[in-house]
Structure formats: structure tokens, C-alpha cells
């Protein structure tokens, strides 16, 4: 890289995005909600071992913000899944791998177009000629689409566009708070919104050079790293990286350690194509976000999406209203999954379920 980064560096950065999506429309997030500026003490990512030259950067919870990567060592380089909301971030994972090994960067694998797993290509790509950005043919063409949803270029336009409104919001609640934490929470997040809005004004997307549209096999230096491509889920171009010899798999959004995010998905295929993932032999997945986990994970997370839409049809066939749904679907559901689905700050069952439930309700009974 042309330039090190000082922990504090890296770390005044950290969060950012969070603060400065906070206020876009709730429909328009994806898998990070705002964060809360105080807590700049851990880092950014943790690289933990997951098996034989396999790691996890598991993005730190404080941060609330960033998508986790997988980093896949081979004799012959180093391929590296999703890089993140913004260069800062994937700098900070650049660095811990460059503890690991020398070897240079060859693949970044984007799992799906939204925002928080791709903004970081551009720090790999420049520090590794010849590096190429592997991604569905789906998600190459939904980086490019302005309807696609919360991710790609238009995304990043549509982001700078809000970012002085909300920065301007900022900069009002904080002349008028009385309290002085929460002016100084304030006055962080200004801080740190004002700072994202430079980062993405730079942003140079680093799109996909090398597409797949069927699951295929590469042998990256002695290691076999298959790209399955399995259906529509959680976005339809949704990639799996699946490394048969380790037994793990890299799971993108389309399986994470907290509440799913339906916005741009498919929901009952997203039911479907995890009962195909379950039949890969793995027993780690390394989700978008969360901690690792053991394959019992996809059954809850699946029997969640599952339970959510019978419950929505059924609720609707008998007549209920959305809002009745929203009052009382989530109390139904709560005893099976609001604790495994609430063991981070974010992302939890109560926070996300009345969206959960309006997107079933648009995209399975409304079908529109
Ligand atoms: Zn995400
Ligand atoms: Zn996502």
C-alpha cells in the first residue's frame, strides 16, 4: 500500500458509515444500522483461524457497520470474500493479513452487490496489479443498476446525495442537545459522518473482471475453492464459497448470524436455496455477518424465514391486516427465535422483524 495507517487512524474512521446511513430511509439499509461513536477502544476486525490457512475477519460488534470477509490463503496468493463498507475498513483487514502472509492479493470475491460488502474492493485492486474481482454475472449487472437496491454505484450517489442533509441534521441536534453525552454522541457521529462523506466522495468502485453464472471450481494454488451459485435468496446473484476440503462455507448475507434482511430478497426461494446449501458437507459457515457458526445454524436461521412467511400467509388468509400482523406475529414467533436472533447490539429480532414482515407480506402475498 502506498501509505500505512495508524491504528488511531484506522480506528477514527471505524464506524463511519453507520453514523452516516443512519437517517436514509430504514427500507433503503441493508445489514448495518447506525452505530453509537464511543467505542473506538478494539479493533476494527478480529482474524480468527478457521481452519487450515482459512480466516475470518469477524467485524467487531462496537462498530456495528461492516460486513465480515474471509481471507483464503493458497501457496500461489491469497483470496480474499467481501471487503467491506469503505477502503478504511478494508485496510484494516489488508493490514492483519498482511501479518499473516506476504503473498499478494489474486481474487476478491464479492458475495452480493449490497454496499457493505463491496465499497472496500478498490484497496486491494490498487495494491495488487492484476488482482481480479470475482462476482455473479447478477451482481456485476445490479452494481451498475440504479434499481437494484441498497448497493452498487447509483447506491454510492444516492448516499452522497443524503449525506449533507443528514449532516446538516447532525450538526442541528447537536446545537440543541442539553445533555452532554448525548451532545458529545452527537458531535462523534457529525465527526464521523462528515469523514464518510470525504471517503465516498473518492470511492473508486473496483467492479467485477471475472463473472459466474453456474457453480464452477477453482484450483487456486493447490487449494479447491468451488463458487456455488445455488438461487436467489437474500439478492438474486447471491455466491457461496464453499471449500469442500475444509468443510466451510462462506455464506454472504444469505445466511448470518442475525436477523435477515429481505428488502432486495426472494423469500420464499431464499427457503428453497438453503435447503440446497445444506446439502453441501460442511460444518462451518462463515455468515456476512455474526460469528462463526456450526451447520445447525442454517436450520434456525432457515426455520425463521420459514415460520415468518406461513405465519404472514396464514395471517392474511384469514384476513389480518398488515398492521395486525406487525402487532402480533412477533410476540408469536418470539419464543422460538428472538434469542438466537438478538446476540449482537444489531440486527435484532425486534428491531427488524415489523420490516421482515412487511416484506413477506409485499413480495409473497401481494406479489408485487
Ligand atoms: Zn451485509
Ligand atoms: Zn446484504
Known amino acids: 500500500m502506498a501509505r500505512q495507517w495508524t491504528r488511531r487512524q484506522v480506528l477514527a474512521q471505524a464506524g463511519i458509515a453507520a453514523a452516516a446511513i443512519h437517517t436514509l430511509d430504514p427500507h433503503e439499509l441493508c445489514c448495518a444500522p447506525g452505530a453509537e461513536a464511543a467505542t473506538h477502544e478494539k479493533d476494527l476486525f478480529e482474524l480468527k483461524k478457521v481452519g487450515d490457512g482459512v480466516y475470518a475477519a469477524i467485524a467487531a460488534t462496537a462498530y456495528k457497520v461492516n460486513s465480515n470477509a474471509t481471507v483464503i490463503v493458497t501457496n500461489d496468493g491469497v ?36 454496499w457493505d460488502h463491496w465499497q472496500g474492493n478498490q484497496v486491494y485492486t490498487s495494491a495488487n496489479p492484476g488482482v481480479e474481482v470475482v462476482a455473479t454475472e447478477r451482481t456485476k449487472e445490479n452494481l451498475n443498476r440504479p434499481d437494484a437496491g441498497v448497493g452498487g454505484v447509483p447506491y454510492v450517489a444516492k448516499q452522497l446525495a443524503a449525506l449533507p442533509a443528514e449532516i446538516q441534521k447532525l450538526k442541528e441536534d447537536a446545537a440543541r442537545a442539553t445533555d452532554a453525552q448525548a451532545k458529545s454522541r452527537i458531535e462523534s457521529n457529525l465527526r464521523q459522518a462528515e469523514a464518510y462523506f470525504e471517503e465516498l466522495k473518492q470511492l473508486k468502485p473496483a467492479l467485477p473482471t471475472r463473472t459466474v453464472s453456474a457453480t464452477q471450481t477453482l484450483t487456486e494454488g493447490g487449494r479447491q475453492i468451488q463458487l456455488q451459485v445455488l438461487g436467489r435468496g437474500h439478492t438474486d446473484g447471491d455466491l457461496y464459497v464453499f471449500l469442500p476440503k475444509e468443510k466451510i462455507v462462506v455464506t454472504g448475507d444469505a445466511l448470518i448470524d442475525w436477523m435477515p434482511f429481505l428488502n432486495d430478497g426472494y423469500p420464499e426461494e431464499w427457503v428453497r436455496t438453503l435447503d440446497s446449501l445444506e446439502r453441501l458437507d460442511f460444518a462451518h459457515i462463515i455468515p456476512g455477518h455474526g460469528e462463526v457458526a456450526p451447520k445447525s445454524h442454517l436450520a434456525f436461521f432457515r426455520g425463521y424465514l420459514n415460520d415468518l412467511i406461513e405465519g404472514v400467509k396464514k395471517a392474511a388468509s384469514d384476513g389480518a391486516t398488515l398492521d395486525d400482523i406487525k402487532a402480533k406475529l412477533p410476540d408469536q414467533l418470539a419464543p422460538k427465535y428472538e434469542r438466537g436472533m438478538s446476540k449482537y447490539p444489531l440486527g435484532q429480532f425486534r428491531d427488524r422483524i415489523a420490516l421482515n414482515i412487511e416484506m413477506v407480506y409485499k413480495k409473497v402475498v401481494q406479489k408485487a
Not at 79 to 103: G, L, M, N
Open 79 to 114: 483470496v480474499v470474500v467481501d471487503s467491506h463498507s469503505k477502503p478504511s475498513a478494508a485496510r484494516a483487514v489488508y493490514q492483519q493479513i498482511q501479518a499473516v502472509t506476504k503473498q499478494p492479493i489474486r481474487k476478491i470475491v464479492n458475495t452480493h452487490f449490497h
